[in-house]
């Protein structure tokens, strides 16, 4: 009897510690999504992006960004021009927007999945703290 009673309190054990985990939401977001609103209206440029601390934010003067509403990016400044995508999605319940350009070395400073630290209409500032503990970056599009 000591046996059996013993075996469920471990069986129960185990369904509540394993009911309880919290999920890592890592899901892509619909058009629901309140960035996508916000970001597909217009033209935007970097007013500030540094890296590791340091400020790059000269890299992208002149540039203004395009988020189309069908998860294309383009950026341009009359001259240079590189193209990627984008998405949005949430991960541990934090809204993040991700940015993928294509091989343009300048640009893919920019590749990574940035969580919103702020939103409005013509502002959003995102940051990227790093898995392997070299730096937190913080980057800031503005609209135009």
Not at 47 to 75: D, K, M, P, R, V
Not at 108 to 114: A, F, K, P, Q, V
Request: with cysteine; hydrophobic share 30%.
């Amino acid at each position: 009897m000591k046996t059996t009673r013993l075996v469920y309190l471990i069986a129960t054990a185990f369904l509540f510690v394993f009911a309880s985990c919290k999920k890592d939401d890592n899901s892509s977001s619909s058009s629901s999504s309140p960035t996508v609103g916000i970001v597909t209206q217009g033209q935007w440029q970097i007013t500030s992006f540094t890296e590791n601390g340091i400020n790059h934010t000269n890299h992208f003067t002149g540039h203004s960004f395009t988020f189309a509403s069908n998860g294309a990016l383009s950026a341009t400044n009359g001259t240079v021009s590189a193209t990627g995508s984008w998405s949005t999605a949430t991960d541990d319940s934090q809204q993040k927007l991700v940015i993928n350009f294509n091989s343009t070395p300048t640009f893919s400073e920019l590749n990574s999945d940035w969580h919103i630290i702020t939103q409005t209409s013509s502002k959003v500032t995102l940051e990227d703290v790093s898995g392997g503990g070299s730096g937190t970056d913080y980057l800031t599009f503005e609209k135009l």
